[in-house]
């Protein structure tokens, strides 16, 4: 079976925290590296920071230094700790496999929403 199913969205005010996870089928997460997405409305889907298979990190400038991407390996669950949340980082947030974002896939899942507004 096929899933992605990510979670731990909500709402925060400019300058809180969230952490993101999202658990994932076998297939997608085992060996494979894996990363975060984010749409904002009215704007493409976007890479937000990506993670190999045994841990290294890329961050993509807008979250450099306030997001941290990590896996569990046993879980094939991926997590997203988010601090000094802005206003601009308002989106739904997805996970997936990196290769089959950068193949086009049109498998994803639910997305979690974030709003960051006072």
């Known amino acids: 079976q096929v899933q992605l199913v990510e979670s731990g969205g909500g709402l925060v005010q400019p300058g809180g925290s969230l952490r993101l996870s999202c658990v994932a089928s076998r297939n997608i997460f085992d060996g494979y590296t894996m990363g975060w997405y984010r749409q904002a409305p009215g704007k493409s889907r976007e890479t937000v920071a990506t993670?190999?298979?045994?841990?290294?990190?890329n961050y993509e400038a807008p979250v450099k230094g306030r997001f941290f991407i990590a896996r569990d390996n046993d879980r094939y669950t991926l997590y997203l700790g988010m601090t000094n949340l802005r206003p601009d980082d308002t989106a739904v947030y997805y996970c997936?496999?990196?290769?089959?974002?950068?193949?086009?896939?049109?498998?994803w899942g639910q997305g979690t929403q974030v709003t960051v507004s006072s």
């Open positions: 993670i190999t298979a045994d841990g290294r990190a």
């Open positions: 997936n496999g990196d290769s089959l974002v950068q193949l086009g896939t049109d498998f």
